[in-house]
């Protein structure tokens, strides 16, 4: 996950690099506050497939210890699975 500080960092670098690029901007607050909520929704988007996915692997019958093979293959596939419904890729 992604600190609050990172996410006002990189919305400060993204309106910085913007500026320098010619892009004439109104409102750098305006513009900085809708990159940080964006990054922020993306953020919780993300989350929420990673819990899904934890989740899925939980309730299995068979218990498979965090950070083995099997159980990173199953979190790869069950977040994909999760990601390709929301997005419908």
Do not use: C, H, P
Request: a positive charge; glycine letters at 4%; aromatic letters at 12%.
């Amino acid at each position: 996950m992604m600190s609050r500080e990172r996410i006002f960092y990189l919305a400060d670098t993204i309106v910085e690099e913007l500026k320098k690029s010619g892009v004439k901007i109104n409102d750098s607050r305006k513009l900085r506050s809708v990159i940080i909520n964006t990054f922020s929704e993306e953020m919780r988007f993300f989350e929420t497939l990673d819990r899904e996915a934890r989740e899925r692997i939980a309730r299995m019958r068979k218990q498979i210890a965090e950070g083995s093979g099997e159980w990173m293959a199953l979190y790869e596939k069950f977040f994909e699975e999760a990601f390709r419904k929301r997005v419908r890729i």
